[in-house]
């Protein structure tokens, strides 16, 4: 009886043109319809924002230790780390309506992805403590730690990009 009011509902709002209701979201992220629709849910687009946040930061440190301006260097990389540590959240429910390059596997080993997001916050606030003792050599080590803790969550859990055209041989 309730499952079949909840059905009833659920058509009365797409007759009624109510697809861009909020309360149809759980519907179409459960659908192609959805990706069919260009639709993004609100919950892509926190955690890409989130994401993009990152090589932003990256930039910021590469420039002001460029610059030497270290203490700088070390407010991005904190921000960083502050940023990484929102990643188990930003990922808590399986969400692959729209453009996303997120995997399934996230939500499969859960765990091991909220692991790897603790790997960069601990990195990150490891480069900010390097920078904040003014130690320029040691924090280039560092950032190539912090770094490789991006690929290796990308590798698992991220759609690789579409490959290259091969380059001609010989
Ligand atoms: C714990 C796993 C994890 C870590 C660590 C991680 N990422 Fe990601 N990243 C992802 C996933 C998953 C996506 C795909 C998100 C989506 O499309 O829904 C992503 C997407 C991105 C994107 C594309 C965002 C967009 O607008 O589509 C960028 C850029 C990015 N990551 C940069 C970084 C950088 C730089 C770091 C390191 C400082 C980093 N990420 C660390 C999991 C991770």
């Known amino acids: 009886m309730k499952n079949l009011r ?5 058509a009365v709002l797409l007759a009624a043109g109510g697809l861009t209701a909020g309360c149809t979201q759980d519907f179409l992220e459960a659908t192609p319809l959805g990706e069919a629709l260009g639709y993004e849910h609100h919950r892509v687009t926190a955690r ?7 090589p932003r930061n990256i930039r910021a440190i590469t420039a002001a230790l460029k610059e030497n301006k270290l203490a700088d260097a070390a407010k991005a990389a904190q921000d960083i780390s502050t940023a990484a540590r929102r990643i188990p959240l930003a990922f808590r429910r399986q969400t692959l309506a729209g453009k996303t390059t997120a995997l399934p596997a996230i939500w499969q080993k859960k765990a091991d992805f909220d692991q790897k997001a603790m790997s960069l916050a601990t990195s990150a ?6 920078l904040r003792a003014g130690d320029k050599a040691g924090a280039e080590g560092a950032l190539k730690t ?9 590798r698992l859990y991220r759609k690789p990009p579409p490959p290259r055209p091969a380059a001609p041989r010989g």
Do not use: D, E, F, P
């Not at 909840?6 to 659920?10: F, K, P, Q, S, V």
């Open 6 to 10: 909840a059905g009833t509902t659920l």
């Open 48 to 54: 890409k924002a989130l994401m993009a946040s990152h």
């Open 125 to 130: 606030a490891a480069l900010a403590v390097v």
């Open 146 to 154: 912090m770094q490789g803790n991006c690929g290796a969550c990308h």
